[in-house]
C-alpha cells in the first residue's frame, strides 16, 4: 500500500515536501515514481527514484526546482518541492514498480494522490 502526505496549499514561489510511504513488500526492490495530473489533464511523469543505484529521474518542467529522495529504512521517498508555480497546481500521486531503473519502469501499484495548489 502506498500513502501519500505532505499536500496542501502555498503561495507561488513556495516549497512543499511530500511523502509517500510503502507497507508491505521489500521497499528496497521498487522504483517509486511521482507523477501529477491537473484538471481535464492526462497524468504526466513528475520524477522517480530507483531501487537500484541510487538514479533518479525529472520531467523537464521540474528540473532544477523538485528533488527526489528516498530513505529505504523509513520506507519513504520525499519529493521537495521548491519554486512552486501555478501550473504546478495538481493531485500528486506516487506509484511502485519492480523495474530497477527509471527509464523504462512501468508502475503497478498506485497511492491515492494529495492535492497540491499553488496560489498566484
Known amino acids: 500500500q502506498l500513502v501519500e502526505s505532505g499536500g496542501g496549499l502555498v503561495e507561488t514561489g513556495g516549497s512543499l515536501r511530500l511523502a509517500c510511504s510503502l507497507s508491505g513488500g521489500t521497499f528496497s526492490r521498487w522504483t517509486i515514481g511521482w507523477f501529477r495530473q491537473a484538471p481535464e489533464t492526462e497524468r504526466e511523469f513528475v520524477a522517480a527514484a530507483a531501487w537500484s543505484g541510487g538514479y533518479t529521474g525529472y520531467a523537464d518542467s521540474v528540473k532544477g526546482r523538485f528533488t527526489v529522495s528516498r530513505e529505504n529504512a523509513n520506507a519513504s521517498v520525499y519529493l521537495q518541492m521548491t519554486s512552486l508555480k501555478p501550473e504546478d497546481t495538481a493531485d500528486y500521486y506516487c506509484?511502485?514498480?519492480?523495474?530497477?531503473?527509471?527509464?523504462?519502469?512501468?508502475?503497478?501499484?498506485w497511492g491515492q494522490g494529495t492535492q497540491v495548489t499553488v496560489s498566484s
Open positions: 506509484a511502485a514498480s519492480p523495474f530497477p531503473f527509471v527509464q523504462g519502469a512501468t508502475y503497478d501499484y
